[in-house]
């Protein structure tokens, strides 16, 4: 949970939703439980506004309840009842933030930011690269004590090349005390931003999903002007990416067994393209210092030309620690799905947020072909099928009735799915055929909505 200031001037009314403590039994407890207590109470429409006050007096039983006299500090003055005063207290105390959970549905379409430029919000249920044809990637940290055994990152850069993305890793520890880094000005302008956005009040916890609205708001682009230098560290785009709770909480950490005299070597290289010896035992290549001569960027490293320098390379071995199973990521678990959707069945298709008002969180689709994967990139009715993502041939199902029974036709115009878009129910979707009277319908009970529900 984090704290949620409400806006400003549009401070909301109350709902069913807020909670209060009991209202105590007897004059004196409930005077002792509001009196001298500063409150900001709601008035609704035409005012729809908060006024600040102080809770001065208890009026005992009038009209069927009892009473607390607020004097407001524009001079007038009103009863209100116990639940009204303990929502004002509430809203005092806390400066006009409620409490609101991580997973809020994020802001949809183009939304202006303070500087003008224009932004989007997108919910990503699984990363997909957004460099394909990237083959190396580069990771450079700082000297930390715990990066030198931190046994997930070197277990991943040992799998990397064979992992979902084949792209080959490589860490790299720059020396203790290293003084400032390239990365420094960068980790140093979010700092700062992050302390503006507490100090402007429009955040209590940095660190939250509010955290990357704001500054996906009111920081879009790297830098402005002047401050844009055209160098090799200075980035021409940021992405502000927010992880909810429920996501890393699920996501299980691996641990792997750490080799001998990892804080001699600053440089870990995962080179290992064979599949079963990347998972089984990991392979790094080590070297004392990370080396850009024409060799080692070849990752040629034994024939490295400054060896005298950065050491000779070697070779150890990342196991995994014993009980320890190998992660299986959406990605990876994609291929073995798609073998078990066979054509002329039914799936449920998660539905585009923009889509969500026409039949609701998800579509039926008929498969007319085994699935494939596809060998070239092509545009197909207006929509982009990328090379190598899984898809096939599909007749959609218009949902022509909803309620405890839903009822389906099947449309006859052919079209293509990528195949990550179906919901992994434990098998297809099941549709009945109605009574004669609605020729051409399928129905889906309230039993098989249920289970799209509880798998989407």
């Not at 889509?355 to 596809?374: F, H, K, S, T, V």
Request: with cysteine; hydrophobic share 30%; charged share 25%.
């Amino acid at each position: 949970m984090y704290r949620k200031r409400i806006p400003r001037h549009q401070l909301r009314a109350p709902t069913e939703e807020d909670e209060i403590d009991d209202e105590p039994v007897g004059a004196a407890a409930r005077e002792e439980a509001t009196l001298e207590r500063r409150v900001l109470m709601y008035f609704p429409p035409p005012l729809s506004c908060h006024y600040a006050g102080t809770v001065d007096g208890y009026n005992g039983d009038k009209l069927g309840g009892y009473f607390y006299h607020v004097s407001y500090d524009d001079g007038d003055e009103q009863d209100h009842t116990w639940r009204e005063v303990q929502l004002g207290i509430q809203w005092y105390e806390t400066g006009g933030y409620i409490n609101a959970p991580h997973d809020e549905p994020l802001p949809t379409g183009p939304i202006s930011s303070a500087g003008g430029a224009v932004w989007a919000l997108t919910e990503e249920t699984e990363l997909r690269p957004r460099m394909p044809g990237l083959t190396d990637h580069y990771e450079s940290t700082d000297g930390a004590g715990g990066q030198f055994q931190g046994e997930t990152n070197y277990g991943q850069i040992g799998r990397g090349a064979v992992g979902p993305s084949q792209v080959r890793r490589h860490g790299i520890i720059d020396v203790a005390n290293h003084g400032k880094n390239v990365c420094d000005p960068e980790g140093g302008q979010f700092q700062a931003r992050l302390n503006e956005s507490v100090a402007s009040n429009h955040e209590v916890l940095p660190g939250t999903r509010n955290c990357v609205l704001y500054m996906a708001q009111y920081h879009p682009t790297p830098a402005d002007g002047e401050l844009k230098k055209p160098t090799t560290w200075s980035p021409d785009t940021k992405v502000y990416a927010y992880y909810s709770s429920q996501v890393l909480n699920h996501k299980k950490k691996q641990h792997f067994k750490p080799y001998q005299h990892s804080k001699r070597y600053h440089a870990r290289h995962g080179m290992c393209t064979n599949a079963s010896r990347a998972e089984s035992v990991g392979p790094l290549v080590l070297s004392e210092a990370f080396c850009g001569c024409a060799k080692c960027l070849e990752c040629k490293f034994s024939e490295c030309l400054v060896q005298q320098h950065v050491g000779v390379a070697r070779t150890v071995e990342v196991h995994r620690k014993k009980g320890e199973k190998s992660a299986v990521t959406q990605a990876l678990a994609l291929p073995l799905f798609v073998k078990g959707v066979e054509k002329d069945f039914t799936w449920a298709v998660a539905a585009a947020e923009e889509e969500l008002a026409a039949e609701g969180r998800y579509w039926l689709a008929r498969i007319l072909d085994q699935p494939y994967q596809n060998p070239q990139e092509f545009m197909y009715c207006g929509e982009r099928f990328e090379k190598d993502y899984y898809i096939a041939k599909i007749h959609w199902l218009r949902c022509i009735r909803r309620g405890v029974v839903r009822s389906y036709k099947e449309e006859k115009a052919v079209s293509y799915l990528s195949m990550n878009a179906i919901i992994r129910t434990d098998g297809p979707v099941v549709l009945t055929k109605p009574p004669r009277t609605r020729r051409g319908e399928l129905d889906l009970s309230s039993e098989e909505q249920t289970r799209i529900f509880n798998a989407a």
